[in-house]
């Protein structure tokens, strides 16, 4: 771990427009929307208010009560929460986010950490294709605050999921320019479990 991230800092002192780009891509969902950064302001719209927010209650109050997320009886008749993929039981954000926060603001980080790591996923892609840090931070800021993305604010799930997808191509890209077989089995390691991971959001 330590290896990498001295590998890190070398890539960033010697390229100061990476990391000028990391920090504005990072940064801009929680200066944008900064009122939900500070929790002065709620996503409570839509979807959000409908679905996730009851459901979310039920899988908070799971969690607290360190018991698996399986039925939630005061919903309804009864509600198969774990069984119910949209609520995203076993995706590891969510089980930080939800035990550790308030619901209002584990949902306003669940959105503005996935708008961020969406385009900081693009960037890293469009690096891997040798794009220079100028136009790849353009382009990943176009592509985490555009249309798909802020049209998917009140779908959770969908949001959690896309933005796991430029992680998987810059893990593809990365293993298919690796010549040494080791370290394309390690590229390959990595893409599953990036994978594994978007199956779970």
């Not at 939900?36 to 719209?45: D, I, K, P, S, W």
């Not at 370290?183 to 479990?193: D, E, N, P, T």
Request: hydrophobic letters at 60%; proline letters at 5%; a positive charge.
């Amino acid at each position: 771990m330590k290896l990498m991230l001295n590998r890190i800092q070398n890539t960033l002192r010697k390229n100061p427009g990476d990391a000028l780009a990391i920090l504005f891509i990072g940064f801009w969902p929680l200066i944008y929307f900064w009122q939900a950064a500070l929790r002065q302001a709620v996503f409570f719209f839509g979807d959000i208010s409908l679905f996730f927010y009851p459901v979310r209650l039920a899988y908070v109050n799971a969690l607290r009560d360190l018991r698996l997320p399986l039925w939630a009886p005061e919903m309804m008749g009864g509600y198969p929460l774990f069984a119910e993929g949209q609520v995203a039981a076993l995706y590891p954000p969510n089980i930080f986010l939800y035990a550790l926060l308030p619901i209002d603001l584990a949902t306003n980080y669940a959105i503005l950490l996935h708008l961020a790591w969406v385009g900081l996923g693009m960037y890293a892609f469009l690096r891997a294709l040798k794009f220079q840090p100028a136009s790849a931070c353009l382009a990943a800021f176009a592509f985490g605050c555009g249309g798909f993305f802020i049209a998917r604010l009140v779908h959770l799930t969908i949001l959690a999921t896309a933005s796991w997808m430029p992680w998987i191509f810059w893990a593809w890209e990365k293993r298919e320019r690796e010549n040494d077989r080791a370290k394309r089995w390690r590229w390959f390691a990595l893409l599953s479990a990036l994978s594994a991971v978007q199956l779970l959001a």
